[in-house]
Structures are given as structure tokens and as C-alpha cells.
């Protein structure tokens, strides 16, 4: 899956395996043949073998393995040294085995990690770069999208950790009110992903929008996704599993202060954003974290299917863990390059993922109704959502002002393509 053959500084040369199945699959007797040459005679090969339970040999059902260089602090590692242009090659046990699976590469460069998103499709990425975090996106490439959404946010100058100037525009108060003192971490989307949004909103018959022309129709919609993709604090994948301990989910505040965004580790240790857990605050006055203390989670009034709730999962759902990430269901975005860190600013993280994610509403407890009672339903709540209006509006005026000209603002857009 993943491949660091040119370590720089303090990095370690590793070679990472995955198990796409849906069993755990043992490789004692397995083995890794690198070939730098061509030839018989250039060939190292690295066995599997579990030494009576010293070594890991057993990676499990879509897990992965971490191989890393032999020395005193990894006895199990390989010996051979990867180069600028190798191949590896997995056989199974056997004197007669054939390769089951290879990876190839030539020239990927100093302190690049390669990573294979398909049998066909190669990623490749820096573990540390020179300069804050949007130089991380330009050094990553294809994140011209988002470099321009982050800056007509401003959002750009809080992952820098610096503030930002009051203005008019309905979105500055809520910029203002994010954390400039930490360091983030960005799950960023390739401009691929939003440029299929484009084609999408534009409807059939138009060309694509551009990053632009979706920032006049919503956004509204756009800083929703770009402000919950900003999580506080610099989380690398091994700070998460420090932090996670033996935790399978947790709630990380997001730049956005009514946001929160629940990150998991898969067995391989790969990062999952559930861009769907909200706590829906529960119907009395002392709120998820109490009741999660009383040991409320399991009863059934808080577990009650959306009915009163109004979510799947019933009430305080990433307060009572109940959020998960379903590898058949496919509910998360997972992170296809992983652990970029900026070597200046805040010096934040970046972590690539495979898809565009839609926030995650904004639910708060009704305020209290005559006579004392409150609703029963939480209300869903978006600070964007008076400006979305007000923009509809003064596009509804413009539209029946003009006098029969077009604008690429009046493409037939009724809503986001996730309903």
C-alpha cells in the first residue's frame, strides 16, 4: 500500500501491506523479494516468519501491516535497502509460489512516501514540508479549489494563527470567533472531487462551474465543508492513536465553534473522518456528557431511532461513542496521504481525503415554548443558513429586474447534490 524508500532526516525506510479482504490473512512463510536490477543475482528477499509470536505475521481483515527497516529497535524489519527505482514483489509460501502482487517505482524522491489508491494508481507525498500549511497544498498539487476557498474565507490566515479584520460579510463574525492559538489539521479535497460538485450544480446542459461561480450560488455551502475539515490541534496518525488509547472514536473540535468532527483509526492505523455525528442535545437540562457519566447511553429513551431526537442513532451521538465507520457501508472518508506536517506557522498536518463530505448539521435544544414546555425535536441549526436566505432573496430580485439577459447565477440550481 504504501512505500518510504528515500528517508529523510529522522524518517525510517518502511514498506506498509494491506489486507483488502474480509479475512485475517497470515503470512508466515510469505515472503518480499526486492529487485533493483533486473536480474536473479539482484534480488533480496525478506521472510515472514513469526518467531514464536516476536514477530507480527497476521495482518487483519482490511488491516495493514507496517514493515520497517532491521535494527536494534526493530529485530523484525527487513535488511535490504530500498532504492530510487525497485521493484517488490509478495509471494506466497512456497518453493514454488508466484507473485501474487508487486509495486514498482522510479525516482519518487527524498523523503516522499508512495501510496497505491488502485492496482493502477500511485499518490505520492512529502512527510514534511517547508513553509505553513497552504505551502503544503501547493507542494501537494492539485488543491487549487480549496487554496481558493481558504482564502476568500480568510481562512488561510487562521491556520496560520494569525486574526482576521472585521468586516460586512456574514461570515466574518464566525472567523473571528476561531481559535488562532493552536495549530489545525486539514482534511483537504483534491480539485477533482469539487470540480465533479461543479458539473453537478451546473446541471447537464452547462459548462462546470468554477470555484468562483459556486462561492456566488452558496458560500454558504462551501464554508460549512471547508470550517469542519479544519480540526484544532496537529494530529498525525500516531498522536491520534496516543491520544485514542483504546477509544474507537472521538469528537475533535473543528475550527468552526458549534462543529465537532469524530475521527477513527482503522486496524491499519489509517485515519476516517465520520462526516455524520452530531450530538443532539438530550430533552432535559443537563446534557450528553452527564448523562454520559450516569451511564445513560444504552437506555432506550436515548437510543430512539430519530423519533424524538431526530437522528438515526437516538441522542449524544459521539458524546456516548456510538458513531462508527462501516468498511462495507463505506460512510467515512477515508485519507489516501496522510501526516504532511508544515515546518513553519502553526506548523499544522495535513491529510488528504478520497472524497467531497458534507458538514454535519448544527443541532442546539429548543428553547422553551408558553407555558413552560419545550418541543420535543431538536432544532437544526446553521449560522449560514440566514445568509443562504438573504442570498436567495436578493438573487430572486435581480433575476425579475433584468430584462431577459442570462447569468451563469440562473443555471437551474435548487439545492446541493446530497439533497
Known amino acids: 500500500q504504501a512505500v518510504l524508500a528515500e528517508p529523510m532526516g529522522r524518517q525510517k525506510e518502511f514498506i506498509q501491506l494491506k489486507n483488502l479482504g474480509g479475512q485475517e490473512q497470515d503470512l508466515e ?21 513469526a518467531d514464536g509470536g516476536k514477530c507480527e505475521t497476521k495482518i487483519p481483515p482490511l488491516g495493514a501491516l507496517l514493515l520497517l527497516k ?93 486574526g482576521i479584520r472585521g468586516t460586512n460579510t456574514w461570515h466574518n463574525k464566525i472567523v473571528r470567533e476561531m481559535n488562532t492559538d493552536v495549530p489545525y489539521t486539514l482534511f483537504a479535497i483534491k480539485d477533482e472531487a469539487w470540480e465533479a460538485l461543479f458539473k453537478e450544480m451546473a446541471g447537464e446542459w452547462a459548462p462546470p462551474l468554477t470555484a468562483p461561480e459556486l462561492l456566488e450560488i452558496d458560500d454558504a455551502l462551501v464554508f460549512d465543508i471547508i470550517s ?73 429513551w436515548m437510543n430512539d431511532n430519530g423519533f424524538f431526537s431526530g437522528r438515526p442513532l437516538g441522542y449524544c451521538e459521539y458524546e456516548c461513542e456510538k458513531c462508527y465507520c462501516d468498511p462495507m457501508d463505506n460512510n467515512c472518508a477515508k485519507t489516501v496521504v496522510a501526516d504532511v506536517t508544515a515546518s513553519r506557522g502553526k506548523k499544522g498536518v495535513v491529510h488528504v481525503i478520497d472524497r467531497l463530505i458534507e458538514a454535519p448539521p448544527i443541532i442546539v435544544k ?54
Open 70 to 162: 532491521k535494527d536494534a529497535q526493530n529485530p523484525c524489519g527487513f535488511k535490504f535497502d530500498l532504492g530510487a527505482k525497485e521493484e517488490l514483489v509478495l509471494f506466497e509460501s512456497g518453493e514454488d509460489a508466484e507473485g501474487i502482487d508487486s509495486m514498482s517505482w522510479g525516482e519518487v524522491g527524498r523523503g516522499q512516501v508512495l501510496y497505491r489508491s488502485s492496482d493502477s494508481e500511485y499518490e505520492k507525498a512529502p512527510q514534511d514540508v517547508e513553509g505553513n500549511i497552504v505551502d503544503v497544498l501547493r507542494r501537494l498539487g492539485g488543491f487549487n479549489n480549496l487554496i481558493t476557498f481558504l482564502d476568500h474565507f480568510e481562512l488561510d490566515k487562521i491556520l496560520d494563527g494569525r
Open 29 to 49: 512463510g510469505w515472503k518480499l523479494t526486492l529487485n533493483s536490477g533486473g536480474e536473479a543475482e539482484d534480488e533480496e528477499t525478506y521472510v515472514f516468519e
Open 228 to 300: 469542519f475539515l479544519m480540526v484544532e490541534d496537529a494530529w498525525n496518525s500516531r498522536s491520534l492513536k496516543l491520544k485514542m488509547r483504546d477509544q474507537n472514536s472521538m469528537a475533535f473540535q473543528t475550527a468552526h465553534p458549534e462543529r465537532k468532527a469524530v475521527l477513527q483509526l482503522d486496524e491499519s492505523g489509517q485515519i476516517l473522518l465520520n462526516y455524520d455525528c452530531v450530538d443532539s442535545p438530550s430533552p432535559d437540562e443537563f446534557g450528553c456528557a452527564i448523562q454520559k457519566g450516569w451511564g445513560k447511553c444504552q437506555e432506550d
Open 366 to 419: 429548543p428553547e422553551p415554548v408558553e407555558g413552560g414546555a419545550a418541543p420535543q425535536q431538536p432544532i437544526k441549526k446553521s449560522k449560514s443558513s440566514t445568509s443562504r436566505k438573504d442570498k436567495e432573496k436578493e438573487e430572486k430580485k435581480s433575476s425579475s429586474s433584468s430584462s431577459g439577459g442570462s447569468s451563469r447565477r440562473t443555471y437551474g440550481y435548487q439545492s446541493p447534490w446530497w439533497g
